[in-house]
């Protein structure tokens, strides 16, 4: 079965900082990773995914993940934090091993802070 | 473009009522999705539609729950009777194609409580 972990639930970063919202996955076959950003009373919006190639993928708002099969993580980065970067963030994947059945798995969800 | 729209966006509802969510789709995503949000989770599938068709309810508790989308495009999402449990933030996606590399769309979601 497919799972994705999100083990961090809140992570605060002084604005101008890096940061990093850590994401480890689960599957059978190979994975389709994604993360959504989701704002107060709205919903889910996609930032970026990895499907095959570079490992290192860009995305919205000057965010990027990389992805490191050895050690089965997906990790979002930005170099420089905003204010505007405060939200909940969820990793999701599919197992190209379900075939037919292409269930997206999200994780808890993890709530950046970034502190001005 | 315009988003996936979701109304109402709010309901309060006392338990053993009925109530009806509806969706309206990216315009030509052929594949739709309803999500069941519980506070600090992350979203689970209820049903995906390809088309017209249910291609996957296996997540739907069909004693109460029921969807449709009869002309493949908007959809609609039934809970009857609400349970108190059912309180939760129903979310609509929809997505270009059904294959595992496509994103889905959200819309932003209606916020059910049953008192």
């Known amino acids: 079965a497919q799972s994705v972990a999100q083990p961090e639930d809140q992570v605060n970063v002084a604005e101008g900082n890096p940061l990093t919202v850590k994401c480890t996955y689960s599957v059978s076959g190979n994975p389709y990773l994604f993360w959504y950003v989701q704002y107060p009373n709205r919903g889910l919006q996609f930032l970026l995914k990895y499907i095959t190639g570079d490992n290192l993928v860009k995305g919205s708002y000057g965010f990027e993940a990389e992805f490191n099969k050895s050690q089965t993580s997906f990790h979002l980065k930005k170099p420089s934090a905003l204010v505007s970067d405060s939200a909940l963030y969820f990793c999701?994947?599919?197992?190209?091993?379900?075939?037919?059945?292409?269930?997206?798995?999200f994780g808890t969800g993890t709530r950046l802070t970034i502190i001005p | 473009e315009a988003g996936v729209v979701q109304s109402p966006r709010y309901k309060i509802i006392e338990k053993k009522q009925p109530v009806a969510f509806w969706c309206n789709p990216i315009?030509?995503?052929?594949?739709l999705y309803w999500y069941l949000q519980n506070l600090g989770q992350g979203p689970e599938l209820l049903i995906r539609?390809?088309?017209?068709?249910?291609?996957?309810d296996s997540q739907l508790p069909k004693d109460r729950f029921s969807a449709e989308r009869l002309k493949g495009v908007d959809s609609t999402l039934k809970i009857q009777p609400a349970e108190l449990g059912d309180s939760a933030v129903y979310l609509c996606?929809?997505?270009?194609?059904?294959?595992?590399?496509?994103?889905?769309?959200f819309g932003p979601g209606t916020r059910l409580t049953v008192t």
């Open positions: 999701a994947v599919r197992d190209s091993a379900n075939f037919g059945n292409e269930k997206l798995t």
């Open positions: 315009s030509g995503h052929n594949t």
């Open positions: 539609y390809e088309n017209e068709e249910a291609v996957d």
């Open positions: 996606a929809s997505s270009a194609g059904q294959g595992a590399t496509y994103e889905q769309y």
